[in-house]
């Protein structure tokens, strides 16, 4: 039948643009990454020569340099989520409460600051927290302290900088998932003799739960790798994995040991997100066909 | 505490409560007694569900008191309340299996497990959903959403079950089955129910009393029997039922007696309601269509001639429509397999009914 084939080439050809894109423009590139991170560094142009050798692997197993700041990027990211998610869920919960017209303003002043762009922001918060700054400067004219207090060039400052940033990943999926609860579910909870905190523990936490992951996968994943912010807000206690492979990649010009480390990274952080997703499915599928 | 049986379970004191300004209720008050399966019913927007919610402590009244078996519970959240509600749009958890969702109530009072297992089953059995305990909510049909629904707020086995129209989300075939259920699960835990609806076949058949909302207020109170046959206003009785109306004057009032002369200029009515008015009162008088008959009646009976306009076939019985001169159009009930004929469109008739069937309606 004509008619069944033209109505599946149409279904092929709506499937394939996204598969096109998918192809174009992550599988490529992450192949060639793969082919750079199997390759030779020499000091040609382009300065690596396709092995194919596992050397550079080798080399980011064995060298405790690289794991230890990938379990540094890991504490770093980790804490700072669970930072946001404390300080993102009652946000969220506030908005997704509040009266339907308050909702569009405050969601737009949680969104507000990427309008600025990314540097500048983390410039801004340079010059609040450097020794001659503006909080020290404060705390010093009030009489409060006697000299300037460190709080640039640590980890500190860098947790700072990453929960500053990554908040709105987690407000936003969080307000969504908050938003849609049913607030007859917390009613019948309340009727059935719940009181207000097990009733949060019992039925809007687990309704919410797609929301808190999301949000936390958001913040992790990126802060994982992040490197900017380690790069001007921290100091030599704080190596991160992003800012390794940045100077693998610029300062040492090693592209095969940066691509590996990048290759590395990625299937450490889509292999869990993959199987957390999974277990999520059937239970996002549960709160569409209820009503 | 000890029971008192003069005294009402529920007592709703005086209850107002107004949204932006705008009054949801009046100044309501109602009594309800131990084992009543008592309906509130009323046009959507009336207050009904306000009024739930109010028993129910999930909202507010602005003024006025709530008691149950004489204890003021005006002041304590819902979840220290000894009532529990079947919410319209049922409210299942979605997480959680049906056998979950029945426990939930339980588990808040830390029952032993024992006693939460037990419990569970029974209620399972109650509502025959034991085969279905390991399912989640959007696994089942509505009808088995609503069984689920009654038994998670069964089996805390409160004083007192508020259902929110739970019959209206239920295809007919179905709302008609569970009516009969409900009626017979309520006997079985003797528990006292109030039912919102807006459906009045539904109060009337359901409930061992009911009360008619208008507008945040409660116009009347009593059996469904009184409702039908004694409506207390013009509300109440276009409401429930059809009526016929006759408007008019009260010119005589003698012996129990009243003689009414109707605005559309026919003859005289008398009706033997004599209580409600005073001779110049403006009143009506209301008549169902099956107290009606096609023909002359005994004697001292009311009768209009009229023309038919139209005749409604219902099954086991016609609704007659005839057009009186200037008056009213009206309908009469008449039976089918009496006999009688049935009289056809076009067709000049008498209509009579005796002074008794007429109710006296004020204002
Ligand atoms: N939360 C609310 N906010 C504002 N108005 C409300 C609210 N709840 C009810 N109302 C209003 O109160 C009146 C009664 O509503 P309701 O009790 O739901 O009536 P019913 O259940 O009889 O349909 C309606 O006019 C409704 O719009
Ligand atoms: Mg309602």
Redesign the pocket.
Same mark, same amino acid.
Do not use: P, Q, W
């Given at each position: 039948m004509t008619g069944g084939r033209e109505h599946s080439l149409m279904r092929a050809a709506v499937l394939g643009v996204p598969w096109l894109w998918l192809s174009a423009f992550i599988l490529l590139p992450f192949s060639i990454v793969v082919a750079i991170s199997l390759s030779v560094a020499t000091d040609a142009q382009p300065p690596y020569v396709f092995g194919p050798v596992l050397d550079n692997y080798r080399l980011i197993v064995e060298d405790t340099l690289y794991l230890a700041a990938l379990g540094n990027a890991i504490r770093i990211a980790a804490t700072s989520s669970v930072v946001c998610l404390f300080i993102g869920y009652p946000m969220a919960y506030a908005i997704a409460r509040a009266q339907p017209r308050w909702r569009g303003p405050l969601l737009a002043l949680v969104i507000l600051p990427f309008w600025t762009s990314f540097l500048i922001r983390i410039y801004a918060w340079m010059t609040l927290l450097r020794p001659t700054g503006l909080i020290n400067q404060v705390l010093i004219d009030l009489g409060i302290i006697d000299a300037p207090l460190q709080l640039m060039n640590n980890a500190f400052a860098v947790h700072l900088g990453i929960i500053y940033a990554y908040l709105p990943f987690m407000i936003l999926p969080l307000y969504a998932s908050i938003e849609r609860l049913d607030p007859s579910l917390l009613e019948a909870a309340a009727d059935l003799g719940s009181r207000p905190w097990r009733r949060f523990l019992s039925v809007t936490l687990p309704l919410t739960l797609p929301g808190i992951v999301a949000g936390t996968l958001l913040v992790f994943v990126p802060a994982v790798g992040e490197f900017v912010i380690p790069e001007l807000l921290g100091g030599p206690d704080t190596p991160m994995i992003g800012r390794l492979l940045w100077t693998e990649f610029f300062n040492n010009r090693d592209w095969p040991v940066a691509a590996s480390i990048a290759v590395a990274l990625t299937a450490l952080l889509v292999v869990p997100v993959a199987i957390l997703q999974h277990m999520l499915a059937p239970r996002e599928e549960a709160r569409e066909v209820n009503p | 505490m000890s029971t008192d049986h003069r005294r009402p379970l529920l007592s709703v004191e005086s209850i107002s409560?107004s949204? %932006?300004g705008?009054p949801? &209720?009046a100044d309501v008050n109602l009594q309800i007694g131990r084992g009543e399966l008592f309906a &509130?019913l009323? %046009?959507?927007?009336? #207050?009904? +569900? +306000? &009024?739930?919610?109010i028993i129910a402590g999930l @909202?507010r009244p602005d003024s006025g008191r709530i008691r149950i078996e004489g204890r003021d519970v005006t002041g304590l959240p819902a979840y220290e309340r000894p009532v529990n509600t079947v919410f319209q749009s049922y409210a299942l958890f979605p997480h959680m299996t049906v056998r979950g969702n029945i426990a939930f109530g339980l588990k808040q009072d830390r029952l032993p497990r024992e006693t939460i297992e037990a419990r569970v089953r029974e209620m399972l059995e109650l509502v025959q959903m034991s085969e279905y305990a390991a399912r989640r909510p959007h696994q089942l049909s509505g009808g088995q959403r609503q069984r689920v629904a009654l038994a998670r707020s069964l089996a805390k086995l409160p004083k007192l079950l508020l259902l929110? @129209?739970p019959m209206a989300a239920l295809d007919r075939k179905l709302r008609e089955q569970m009516r009969v259920e409900l009626v017979t699960i309520q006997k079985r835990v003797g528990i006292t129910f109030i039912l919102?609806t807006?459906d009045q076949e539904e109060a009337l058949s359901l409930a061992s009393r009911l009360a008619v909302?208008e507008r #945040?207020r409660i116009v009347q109170v009593g059996t469904p029997r009184e409702i039908y046959d004694r409506p207390a206003s013009r509300f109440v009785a276009s409401f429930i039922g059809q009526i016929n109306l006759f408007e008019g004057r009260v010119i005589e009032r003698a012996g129990g007696m009243l003689t009414i002369r109707p605005d559309d200029g026919g003859p005289d009515i008398r009706a033997t309601d004599g209580a409600a008015a005073d001779v110049g009162d403006a009143v009506a008088v209301a008549v169902r269509p099956e107290k009606m008959r096609v023909g002359r009646a005994g004697p001292g009976a009311n009768v209009r001639r009229g023309l038919v306009r139209h005749v409604e076939f219902l099954g086991e019985s016609s609704v007659v429509h005839v057009e009186i001169g200037a008056g009213p159009r009206v309908r009469v009930s008449v039976p089918h397999g009496n006999g009688a004929a049935m009289p056809s469109t076009g067709d000049i008739v008498e209509v009579s009914w005796p002074a008794e069937a007429g109710v006296i309606l004020r204002n």
């Open positions: - | 409560k949204f %932006a705008i949801a &209720l &509130l009323g %046009a959507s927007g009336s #207050g009904k +569900t +306000t &009024l739930l919610r @909202e929110d @129209e919102v807006h909302m #945040g």
